[in-house]
């Protein structure tokens, strides 16, 4: 059964950078596109940012282009998600996703979801 385990959130100030990361465990990872996803409080999960399962493709939400930027590592199964530039509007739960091959934008596209690391900007 594949596991997800998310970590590096935190508190940061308006401008400030974090780097979140998510273990994967259970299968092989390079075989699967993994995803970010995050949820702030009174609004819908939103997609953030995707890789394939090579690393060779990239996606991201508008909202986070040029400021995140997603990567993994098949020889640790892990995927990173580096926030620059951060604003308070990024604050929110930041969800870890995985699926076999595929790689999408959206929630029903994953099967497997990690737990969440809460990420807070302060203006």
């Known amino acids: 059964q594949v596991q997800l385990v998310a970590s590096g959130g935190g508190l940061v100030q308006a401008g400030g950078s974090l780097r979140l990361s998510c273990a994967f465990s259970?299968?092989?990872?390079?075989?699967?596109?993994t995803g970010w996803f995050r949820q702030a409080p009174g609004k819908e999960r939103e997609f953030v940012a995707a890789?394939?399962?090579?690393?060779?493709?990239?996606a991201y939400a508008d909202s986070v282009k040029g400021r995140f930027t997603i990567s993994r590592d098949n020889a640790k199964n892990t995927v990173y998600l580096q926030m620059n530039s951060l604003n308070p509007e990024d604050t929110a739960v930041y969800y870890c996703?995985?699926?076999?091959?595929?790689?999408?934008?959206?929630?029903?596209?994953?099967?497997?979801w990690g737990q969440g690391t809460q990420v807070s900007v302060s203006s």
């Open positions: 996703a995985a699926e076999w091959r595929g790689m999408g934008s959206t929630g029903r596209d994953y099967r497997y």
């Open positions: 259970g299968r092989t990872f390079s075989s699967y596109a």
């Open positions: 890789i394939g399962w090579s690393g060779g493709n990239t």
